[in-house]
């Protein structure tokens, strides 16, 4: 229930671009709100971006905006991350998370189910 698994992730350069997805299980995906966080080595996890069910509003972290942009595919019942310009500070483990009530928020607590992550790492 609520399985949520990510994919894309990589070894990339500063300037290049990253594509992640997530793929969800739930068949109910197209009525939750979504995010990405991420967990940088010794840092907390942090909101990254959000999106709500139909994809009309979407929430950025102030660190991505204009580089990253958040969409999503119901008929799919996936999530993708597409990320410019990268810098080293991107590198961390990024997270997708579903909130099966409510709309999309940059609180991690309100999100219901994670996914295990996948890693991006942006050499410089």
């Known amino acids: 229930q609520g399985r949520l698994v990510e994919s894309g992730g990589g070894l990339v350069q500063a300037g290049d671009s990253l594509r992640i997805s997530c793929a969800a299980s739930?068949?109910?995906?197209?009525?939750?709100?979504m995010g990405w966080f991420r967990q940088a080595p010794g840092k907390e996890r942090d909101f990254v971006a959000a999106?709500?069910?139909?994809?009309?509003?979407?929430y950025y972290a102030d660190s991505v905006k204009g580089r990253f942009t958040i969409s999503r595919d119901n008929a799919k019942n996936t999530l993708n991350l597409q990320m410019r310009s990268l810098e080293p500070e991107d590198t961390a483990v990024y997270y997708c998370a579903s909130r099966v009530w409510g709309e999309a928020t940059q609180n991690q607590d309100d999100y219901d189910y994670w996914g295990q992550g996948t890693q991006v790492t942006v050499s410089s």
């Open positions: 999106i709500n069910w139909s994809g009309v509003s979407t």
């Open positions: 739930e068949r109910k995906f197209s009525g939750y709100a």
